[in-house]
């Protein structure tokens, strides 16, 4: 039963900043309401409607005008398994501190709690999303901010599960500080350019924390990505920078912590990879620098195919990782210098925190496990020992190029 409840309008005056911000307002109160939709249908273009606490059984409620919609005591509405609850088609709309819940699954339509169409400056901030189809989704928008959000699916499956938060065709984006789980992907960009992802948190999602598709300019920072399905994947996309993320405990058999895949001219440094499957899995990747990360208790640390040329891995930790580097290639194409390998055998006469010889960092055994995954379990056995010395010294199989010139003694500090 539909509880009862007050929309307040108020006549707001708006002065927007480039960060979007209200930095001034006039009020004056308006008639109360019985309805979300009435209220928005009866508001004024840049009217504010103060919805206060109770439980609300509403969907399909249309913004085709710059509102502002903030929840007082954390309304919820419900649309009980039915369609999405707003659709934004105006520029300057505020959603805020509402709770949204209970959007049914289609395989018709991506219904989502939030769907913004061809709008402009749309914040989105501080709500909470409960058992949606699809949380928010952006639709060939631009300079939206989409931010302290906290959105959890029931995903089960990826046929019934959408994406937290989804965004086709935009740019000029902030995804800020958002909480995500339990859906098929974290947030999933495509056709996106001149955007922003920092300090989110992506875990629990069937299959990716982050999925990222066909969009240049990019930039994602201080986020952590945990227990996904496959972790990240980043694709077809040039000038994309990412730097101080978390990538954590994606384990499977085809699992990463990044997959980089027919990527050009980006930048990764000061992430942690730790506890995944694999590190990084680059295939396709090219003028990649990749520089001054740490590479912790991984299955692989990185797997980089033959098809990747020109990447610069630069004085970054390897620690704890049963297997450093794998590759499918003999030849070499890219350039590894001055990182810290855990398993490097070499001394420093010279003191000068340099080892005195070249360290090779992939190995026969590596290349078997990946050809064989079942001889995994002769990993720590004499055999595997005499393997690694043998190919040390008759090098034949693992890539003879493929080398660190300047090998660190200890690990690396980046402060």
């Given at each position: 039963m539909m509880k009862t409840f007050f929309c307040h309008l108020i006549v707001l005056i708006l002065f927007y900043s480039t960060g979007l911000k209200a930095d001034a307002y006039h009020v004056k109160k308006g008639t109360p309401l019985n309805s979300i939709k009435k209220?928005?249908?009866?508001?004024?273009?840049?009217?504010t409607l103060f919805i206060h606490g109770g439980t609300y059984l509403e969907n399909q409620i249309l913004i085709s005008k710059a509102l502002s919609l903030i929840g007082v005591n954390r309304?919820?509405?419900?649309?009980?398994g039915g369609d999405e609850i707003f659709i934004?088609?105006?520029?300057?709309?505020?959603?805020?501190?509402?709770?949204?819940?209970?959007?049914?699954?289609?395989?018709?339509?991506?219904?989502?709690?939030?769907?913004?169409?061809?709008?402009?400056?749309?914040i989105i901030d501080d709500n909470i999303l409960i058992n949606a189809f699809f949380g928010i989704y952006l639709q060939n928008s631009s300079q939206c901010i989409v931010q302290n959000n906290t959105i959890k699916g029931n995903a089960h499956d990826e046929m019934n599960a959408g994406n937290a938060i989804h965004i086709w065709k935009g740019s000029q984006m902030e995804v800020i500080n958002n909480h995500l789980s339990h859906h098929r992907d974290g947030i999933y960009f495509e056709f996106v350019d001149q955007s922003l992802i920092r300090g989110n948190t992506s875990q629990d999602n069937m299959r990716y924390g982050l999925h990222f598709m066909f969009s240049n300019y990019d930039t994602y920072e201080e986020n952590s990505f945990q227990r996904n399905g496959a972790?990240?994947?980043?694709?077809?996309?040039?000038?994309?920078?990412?730097?101080?993320?978390?990538?954590?405990?994606?384990?499977?058999?085809?699992?990463?912590?990044?997959?980089?895949?027919?990527?050009?001219?980006?930048?990764?440094?000061?992430?942690?990879?730790?506890?995944?499957?694999?590190?990084?899995?680059a295939e396709g990747a090219s003028r990649i620098k990749i520089e001054n990360n740490n590479f912790i208790d991984n299955g692989k640390a990185m797997d980089i195919k033959g098809n990747c040329i020109d990447n610069q891995i630069l004085s970054n930790n390897f620690i704890g990782n049963t297997?450093?580097?794998?590759?499918?290639?003999?030849?070499?194409?890219?350039?590894?210098?001055?990182?810290?390998?855990?398993?490097?055998?070499?001394?420093?006469?010279?003191?000068?925190?340099?080892?005195?010889?070249?360290?090779?960092?992939?190995?026969?055994?590596?290349l078997i496990t990946d050809k064989i995954p079942a001889a995994n379990m002769l990993l720590h056995s004499f055999l595997v020992d005499a393997l690694d010395m043998a190919e040390r010294m008759f090098p034949e199989i693992i890539p003879e190029h493929l080398s660190d010139e300047q090998p660190r003694i200890k690990p690396i500090s980046y402060d």
């Open positions: 209220a928005v249908e009866k508001a004024n273009e840049m009217d309304p919820v509405i419900d649309s009980q934004v088609q105006a520029d300057k709309v505020l959603i805020q501190g509402l709770r949204l819940q209970n959007i049914g699954v289609s395989h018709l339509k991506d219904r989502a709690a939030i769907r913004i169409v061809e709008a402009r400056e749309v972790g990240v994947a980043v694709m077809f996309s040039k000038h994309i920078k990412m730097v101080k993320n978390t990538f954590e405990e994606n384990w499977g058999g085809s699992s990463y912590g990044i997959l980089l895949k027919e990527i050009s001219d980006g930048f990764m440094s000061q992430n942690t990879f730790k506890s995944n499957t694999v590190g990084v899995y297997f450093e580097v794998l590759t499918n290639s003999r030849s070499n194409l890219n350039h590894f210098e001055g990182n810290y390998w855990a398993q490097y055998k070499g001394h420093d006469l010279d003191k000068d925190g340099i080892g005195d010889f070249a360290h090779r960092p992939v190995n026969l055994f590596a």
